[in-house]
């Protein structure tokens, strides 16, 4: 029982690293934050109920998806007797709506940590607005998704250079 | 009453025929009417050489339609996107070429599209049904549905398809956020400007053209301007003996 010291030392340190997540986030206060997400401002009502669109706004946007491309049904009766067009840059990154996927979609996906292949296609039109200039915004977005060296083969590396979206990255 | 056995199979023997009389007439009455009942729009394109050659190297409609759909300009032929582009006469119509062929035609560069078929191959042999064939006749796509294994791309025989093998955003030249991009590993080609069908306006190509080569229009309605074309000009498709069909018409 000589070790007793060594032993309860050993188990301090063993408590102390496997609770350290807590107490990181205890300090830094980020334990009871929720994701707060930057509701519009003007438009008050979505195209659903808030609680419905809190916990089934992926169906909607799949269901929006298939009669759009599928069916070629392109406006969506609201619940209130509103027309809507469908298209998820159009309609619901508008402008008086949530304009900035950031501080709106992102926010709470990236507190779920739940990643969604929505914007590989689909253009967030803040890159394309004119506010960083439309020309600059287009090489933003060439930097923010750079193609990957092992990629691109030979040829695409060789006429990098010549495509101007790169060209302007530079 | 009393029934004899000859008598009950005599009147269940009718009975039999009518009702299989009537199905016989049901049938062929829905056949009937399903022969009448003809697609109510078919959209066609028809494309004036003489006038598309008017204005050396112009690439209007092209770029257009680039801009229009976030086509990618990738020079690299092996990684290349392309939606509209030019391509020799011969290769465009390899069976009309011969040496002695108008001087008109010779080196001349023809503008291809999606041939927007009516029995479509790349349709047929897409196993996820990524691509088929809508009602108006539009060879339409959905990228989401879209994995990428291209089979497309070899059944095509116009080479109408291109296969993004990255991330085709760096090659963008101006974004236009009401049209998505593709991603890496989907294959994409010439919709027919669907989306603008949707609201009412003509494809981007065809409303770009300086020289209004391009006549887009529907085939189901005989006094439409392409009807109206066809029947007072000589036109050829291309490839028309591998059967599909193409809803493209080249005025030569």
């Given at each position: 029982m000589r070790d007793r010291g060594v032993i309860y030392t050993g188990l301090l340190i063993f408590l102390g690293l496997i609770t350290f997540p807590v107490w990181h986030d205890l300090a830094a206060g980020?334990?009871?934050?929720?994701?707060?997400p930057v509701l519009p401002t003007?438009?008050?009502?979505?195209?659903?109920?808030r609680e419905f669109m809190r916990t089934s706004h992926m169906h909607l946007l799949m269901d929006w998806r298939d009669a759009v491309v599928r069916h070629n049904e392109h406006s969506f009766k609201a619940f209130n007797g509103k027309t809507y067009s469908?298209?998820?840059?159009?309609?619901?990154?508008?402008s008086g709506c949530h304009t900035n996927k950031a501080d709106f979609c992102d926010r709470c996906h990236n507190y779920a940590a739940v990643s969604v292949t929505c914007w590989d296609c689909h253009v967030d039109p803040k890159l394309t607005?004119?506010?960083?200039?439309g020309a600059s915004a287009a090489v933003a977005e060439a930097s923010r998704f750079p193609v990957p060296e092992a990629e691109r083969g030979q040829g695409a590396r060789a006429i990098a250079g010549q495509t101007p979206a790169l060209q302007g990255a530079k | 009453m009393k029934m004899t056995r000859k008598r009950f199979l005599e009147i269940g023997g009718v009975s039999l025929i009518a009702v299989a009389a009537k199905k016989v007439v049901g049938a062929l009455g829905n056949e009937a009417t399903a022969r009448s009942s003809a697609p109510a729009t078919r959209w066609a394109m028809v494309i004036d050489s003489a006038k598309c050659h008017k204005?050396?190297?112009?690439?209007d409609c092209i770029s257009a339609c680039n801009k229009t759909h976030n086509v990618p300009v990738i020079k690299d032929s092996l990684h290349e996107v392309k939606w509209i582009w030019k391509e020799p006469f011969e290769n465009v119509f390899p069976s009309q070429?011969?040496?002695?062929?108008e001087v008109a035609l010779q080196n001349k560069p023809v503008m291809v599209f999606c041939?927007?078929?009516?029995?479509p191959p790349c349709v047929r042999v897409c196993p996820t049904q990524a691509t088929w064939k809508r009602e108006d006749g539009i060879v339409m796509m959905d990228w989401h549905r879209c994995?990428?294994?291209?089979y497309c791309v070899a059944a095509c025989p116009y080479g109408s398809r291109s296969f993004n093998?990255?991330?085709?955003r760096p090659y963008i030249t101006t974004l236009n956020a009401d049209f998505p991009t593709r991603t890496k590993g989907v294959v994409e080609k010439c919709n027919f400007c669907e989306e603008r069908l949707a609201l009412g306006q003509p494809p981007a190509c065809v409303a770009a053209c300086p020289e209004k080569a391009l006549v887009f229009g529907?085939?189901?309605?005989?006094?439409?301007e392409v009807r109206q074309l066809l029947q007072s000009r000589y036109t050829i498709r291309r490839r028309p003996e591998l059967g599909t069909e193409p809803n493209l018409f080249y005025s030569v």
């Open positions: 980020t334990t009871s934050r929720g994701p707060e003007q438009e008050k009502q979505c195209v659903a109920p469908m298209r998820l840059a159009g309609t619901c990154l508008a607005r004119p506010a960083s200039g | 204005k050396d190297g112009c690439t070429n011969n040496p002695y062929i041939n927007h078929c009516d029995s994995i990428g294994c291209r093998w990255f991330d085709p529907n085939l189901a309605v005989p006094r439409s």
